[in-house]
Nanobody
Framework: QVQLVESGGGLVQPGGSLRLSCVAS????????MGWYRQAPGQQRELVAL?????????ESFVKGRFTISRDNARNTVYVYLQMNSLKPEDTAVYYC??????????WGQGTQVTVSS
């Protein structure tokens, strides 16, 4: 059974930090490059960061140096984390994890809301 469960979001002041967690089970997630995506109100979902099985990472320019993606693989399950530092109001969005190249019609979890506001 495919499952994607994101958690760790919340309300934080500008400059603050949050750590997001994702549990991805089933559908061979553990052998895929995984990523964090986000969708702000009225905007399309966008990629934030990726991590390969070998833990090579990639970051979009707007989070590079502020966010860190990591993962732990277990049998049929992968745990993906996103450490977010120096948060800005423009980071406000619902954050999702999924495999690289996930399409809008693929299975997505409910996401976790991150709100950066004073």
């Amino acid at each position: 059974q495919v499952q994607l469960v994101e958690s760790g979001g919340g309300l934080v002041q500008p400059g603050g930090s949050l750590r997001l967690s994702c549990v991805a089970s089933g559908s061979s997630f553990s052998i895929n490059t995984m990523g964090w995506y986000r969708q702000a109100p009225g905007q399309q979902r966008e990629l934030v960061a990726l991590i390969t099985v070998g833990e090579i990472t990639y970051y979009e320019s707007f989070v590079k140096g502020r966010f860190t993606i990591s993962r732990d693989n277990a049998r049929n399950t992968v745990y993906v984390y996103l450490q977010m530092n120096s948060l800005k109001p423009e980071d406000t969005a619902v954050y999702y994890c999924n495999r690289q190249f996930a399409r809008s019609w693929d299975y997505w979890g409910q996401g976790t809301q991150v709100t950066v506001s004073s």
